[in-house]
């Protein structure tokens, strides 16, 4: 199989591209490190600093060269995290929405399915902050391309995603990401809001799993939320993190983040029905392994 991962230098993207590669499969990656890293990609990867909001890159002949022999497009690439969505929703949405139309036009002229990633920000109102506005309008393309033009797309919805390649800079860090870096630092653990807010936290590796059973399996045309279905508070992982710590852990609050949801639980009866999924990895587990 030949498969183009956009986002392919991002967190997710870049397990992924490890996976399909491990796997046997060819692999080209779209990105253009706006918030991926390109050391991060798989050498056996084939790179191309593209950015999909961008329409030039696709009205080029050489793309025909890189798309023809394409079985399949995981399209990761995005402007990530609510907090950053308020302060530049014009480019989130150019990226986000924008560029997920330039990738199912790409897909709908070379007729390649499309596993897009969603967000489970969703549950929580496509109209509580940018980002997720533009995730849930990158949904509706995806279903306007497939009952148009007969495009097989498939929507995968992650739900807290967690694991190796997080990252540990700037302003697109996940909770997680920050919390070990703190400690290992020395530092207080910073709480947003009261701590009580909860969340479905599913490893990356699981996340992957389930988007490679949509090829292995054919299972197009459906919306699958991926987590783990069960979910913790911010102070719960806190307390975990103290639990294995080699000496005290502190921690202090900080204002809450504008738009964030309440609480995420997933429910991924379709995911484990249709795909025969089942997320293997357990939070507490994967945190004391880190420390």
Not at 192 to 221: C, E, P, S
Request: hydrophobic fraction near 35%; aromatic fraction near 12%; charge should be neutral.
């Amino acid at each position: 199989m030949r498969a183009l991962v956009t986002g392919g230098a991002g967190f997710i993207g870049v397990n992924l591209v490890n996976r399909l590669v491990e796997d046997g499969h060819e692999v080209i990656v779209f990105d253009n490190l706006s918030t991926g890293n390109k050391k991060n990609i798989n050498e056996k990867a084939k790179f191309f600093l593209i950015d999909i909001s961008h329409n030039d890159y696709f009205e080029d002949k050489k793309m025909d060269d890189i798309m023809n022999s394409v079985d399949v497009i995981f399209h990761l690439a995005a402007l990530p995290r609510i907090g950053p969505s308020f302060k530049n929703p014009k480019e989130v949405c150019d990226v986000n929405v924008g560029g997920t139309q330039n990738i199912l036009d790409l897909a709908r002229e070379y007729e390649i399915p499309v596993i897009y990633a969603g967000s489970s920000s969703f549950w929580g109102g496509v109209y509580k902050n940018p980002y997720t506005f533009s995730k849930w309008q990158g949904e509706e393309l995806c279903k306007m391309y497939e009952q148009i033009y007969g495009l097989n797309v498939t929507i995968c919805r992650f739900y807290n995603v967690y694991g190796d390649f997080m990252s540990t800079e700037g302003e697109y860090k996940l909770a997680l990401s920050i919390f070990l870096e703190q400690y290992k630092n020395g530092e207080p653990l910073t709480i947003t809001g009261d701590g009580n807010q909860r969340r479905d936290f599913t490893h990356v590796d699981d996340i992957v799993d389930a988007m490679v059973k949509v090829v292995q399996l054919n299972k197009w045309g459906s919306v699958y939320e991926l987590g783990r279905g069960k979910n913790h508070s911010i102070k719960e992982v806190v307390l975990m993190i103290s639990k294995f710590s080699r000496g005290d852990v502190s921690w202090t609050y900080i204002p809450k983040i504008k738009g964030e949801v309440r609480e995420t639980l997933c429910r991924s009866e379709l995911a484990r029905k249709k795909l025969k999924w089942k997320p293997k990895i357990n939070l507490e587990d994967w945190i004391k392994e880190q420390l």
